[in-house]
């Protein structure tokens, strides 16, 4: 008696796996594990805050905000732009960069103002609910130049305030290093005018797309 043939998965069920394997990989692109790594970069970052050291928290935020232009480029240059990446990309830019400020406020030697963080914070929710019902009604409402200045800023605000207060010298020393202390001021301020005149720009563009059309 012969042996029974052996059973064949449909071809259809194969190019369905292969599809599902295909795009899977596609999401978990070099670009998108990137992102992810900033992702553990921030929470390294911010436990390294929080537990006051300094110097070491700035070298992993620098590190971890340099990963954002790394993947942005990445994603462009090889067409590795995917919905996750659209999504995860800037959460994970709000979270380092909110983060960072909320974990700063609560350090009365970083004086920094809570305010800087409810505007850093407020910006990014607001832009990113406007950018989601502009989306939605088919609108074009990506990223702005003003909004790359803006992260620029932010993110040299925060690298500046680590390493003024991981070059404070002890407190019955006069102030040795006040080259830091006025980049901090100059960048936060810089960070928070930035960041209020790229939400400006954001709301003046939505406006025009939001406006109806004359019609003929």
């Known amino acids: 008696m012969s042996p029974p043939p052996a059973s064949v998965e449909p071809k259809s069920k194969t190019r369905e796996g292969a599809s599902e394997a ?96 409810v505007i850093v914070i407020g910006r990014e929710l607001f832009i990113t609910s406007l950018r989601g019902l502009l989306e939605a009604a088919g609108k074009d409402f990506s990223a702005a130049w003003s909004g790359k200045v803006k992260m620029v800023l932010q993110c040299a605000a925060v690298v500046a305030v680590l390493l003024e207060l991981a070059t404070a010298p002890p407190a019955d020393w006069p102030q040795a290093h006040p080259v830091f202390h006025w980049l901090k001021v100059i960048l936060v301020w810089g960070a928070v005018i930035s960041t209020l005149s790229s939400a400006w720009v954001y709301i003046e563009r939505a406006a025009k797309l939001l406006r109806p059309q004359d019609e003929p």
Not at 37 to 55: D, K, M, N, Y
Not at 82 to 88: D, I, S
Request: aromatic fraction near 12%; glycine fraction near 10%.
């Open 22 to 117: 295909t795009a899977w990989h596609r999401q978990w692109n070099i670009a998108n594990q990137i992102t992810l790594s900033r992702l553990v970069l921030t929470v390294a970052c911010l436990a390294l805050i929080g537990a006051r050291q300094w110097g070491w928290g700035a070298l992993v935020f620098f590190i971890a905000a340099s990963t954002d232009f790394v993947d942005g480029y990445i994603a462009r240059k090889y067409g590795l732009v995917t919905v996750l990446g659209r999504v995860l990309d800037p959460l994970v830019d709000k979270m380092l960069v909110g983060g960072a400020f909320i974990f700063l406020g609560a350090v009365p030697e970083a004086q920094v103002s809570p305010w800087v963080a």
